[in-house]
């Protein structure tokens, strides 16, 4: 009788790597630099939440005290005077929507013209040859080296005489062409592109302006994209200049009248809760749009080669 020998083969499964000490602490690491991040958002939303009067009572309280939407009702203007009075809050109200408009209205002119504008400097910098092209550069480039507040008064004073003070064109004129960095932003993108591109373009027949706007142009939609964004947050969230410039509601931008709005203290005291709703409606906008092009913006700014 053979005798049958049945062999078992046994799979031997690796077992998993172990994290190892650095890593986990750099993963604790990386988890208090975002709860640090986080931690003035949520508190914005906790005042958003709480009552005045809870305010007062409970400053340190980590969740929202006397759980309630009247300062989002109050930044959005949805409350009555009496109401507005009851709760802690100023009977002047906010006119958001009006500030809001305002704001759009001013950041998309800057970012349209000035991504134009900077985008056919960038092309003559990177891709025209003549004579002291590179010094002009050098000297344009330097304005990045001056700061901002040294421009106000030349600024202010140039507006003065156009007649253009309270009025959103003031406010946007002196950013509204181009900026230093946008040109070097789009000089460093159309440096990269070969030039062979472009003389196949002008084989065709094509002349230099066709070639920037039907060739380079759509090529560099990536890097624009990103400085619009960046142009557009940058926009929004200036603050100094539009109040030197604007005086009414009619040219008042919501970063203004978050100050204004603050400025209209009751009795009682700041009404923290309207103002930190107000602040929360104003910023939210910004954070979504940045959140959501944050890949591409990291994405072509490493690919421009700027460090």
Known sequence: MAAVTTTTTTRIRPLGRRPSLGRIAAWAVMAAIVLVTLLPFYWILRTALSTNSGLAAHPSDPLPVGLTTGGFERALGLQSTREAIAQGGAGGGLKFWRYLLNSVIVSTLITVCQIFFSAMAAYAFARLRWRG????????????????????????????????????????????????????????????????????????????????????????????????????????????WPLMVSYSDSSRVLTVALAIFRAQTPQTGTDWSGLMAATLIAALPMLVLFGFFARRIVGSISFTGIK
């Open 133 to 240: 092209r590179d010094k002009v550069f050098g000297l344009f480039l330097a304005g990045l080296m001056v700061p901002t507040i040294f421009t106000l008064l030349p600024n202010f004073v140039l507006i003065k005489q156009l007649g253009l003070v309270d009025t959103l064109l003031g406010i946007a004129l002196p950013t509204m062409f181009m900026t230093p960095f946008a040109v070097f932003f789009l000089r460093q993108f159309f440096m990269n592109i070969p030039s062979e591109v472009e003389e196949a373009a002008l084989l065709d027949g094509a002349g230099k302006v066709r070639i920037f706007f039907r060739v380079l142009l759509p090529m560099a939609s990536t890097p624009v994209m990103t400085l619009a964004v960046l142009t557009y947050i940058t926009a929004w969230n200036d603050y100094f």
